[in-house]
């Protein structure tokens, strides 16, 4: 398998745009995840699915983040507006079932730049 | 309730020496402890973890050791060698079957 999939990988916009990530979870996972990490805040949980379905979005910082996930092969997280603030490595994650929800598999990150 | 608290911040030692990296937690109901290994560039990807019926578990030259009275974790690096410098996370989970609580994180370095 290819692994999680991210693009884009590096993605520099302006202030008020809007913003587009995408993931490919490991094929047969049933749970992804979008994570947000910066220096001072770490690595932060935003929202996971199951089965396509969000589970939990009580880590997705405010209105202008939203999430999706049509069908099991694909994902997107937006932005909208962006903000300077945004400015961070965001990665998506997958994980095979309920019972290894622990065993998450690390895409390799967009690194977005709100200027 | 929720934390996972990780010490050092930043670790430098020297080749084959034997760093150790802390974490804490709070909430009693965790039990899968896993600790996730991030190369710059790169996402985190799982190390070696560990669920709270043991006291120690060894993969290669990595070891958990879990303190489950004193509601501590550490991992030990054996040997450590320049290609471990890497940003180290330990996390929690209830019965790895909820979402994961991440430490901050430790940047080690292995100098040659």
């Known amino acids: 398998d290819a692994g999680v999939i991210q693009s884009p990988r590096h993605e520099v916009t302006e202030m008020g745009q809007e913003v587009t990530l995408r993931c490919k979870p490991i094929s047969g996972h049933d749970y992804l995840f979008w994570y947000r990490q910066t220096m001072m805040r770490g690595l932060e949980l935003l929202i996971y699915?199951?089965?396509?379905?969000?589970?939990?979005d009580s880590g997705m910082p405010e209105d202008r983040f939203s999430a999706k996930m049509p069908n099991a092969s694909f994902s997107t997280l937006k932005i909208q507006p962006s903000e300077p603030r945004d400015s961070a490595v965001y990665f998506c994650?997958?994980?095979?079932?309920?019972?290894?929800?622990?065993?998450?598999?690390f895409g390799p990150g967009t690194r977005l730049t709100v200027t | 309730q929720q934390q996972v608290k990780q010490s050092p911040q930043s670790l430098i030692v020297q080749k084959g020496g034997i760093p150790i990296i802390n974490c804490a937690y709070e909430?009693?109901?965790?039990?899968?402890f896993p600790w996730y290994q991030q190369f710059p560039g790169k996402g985190p990807a799982l190390l070696i973890a560990i669920r709270p019926d043991v006291s120690e578990k060894k993969e290669g030259r990595f070891t958990i050791s879990f303190n489950k009275s004193a509601k501590q974790f550490s991992l030990h690096i054996m040997d450590s060698q320049p290609g471990d410098s890497a940003t180290y996370f330990c996390?929690?989970?209830?019965?790895?079957?909820?979402?994961?609580?991440f430490g901050k994180g430790t940047k080690l370095t292995v100098n040659p």
């Open positions: 699915f199951n089965n396509n379905v969000p589970i939990d």
């Open positions: 994650a997958s994980s095979l079932d309920r019972g290894r929800l622990g065993e998450q598999y």
């Open positions: 909430n009693t109901a965790f039990d899968y």
């Open positions: 996390a929690a989970s209830k019965g790895g079957s909820e979402k994961l609580v």
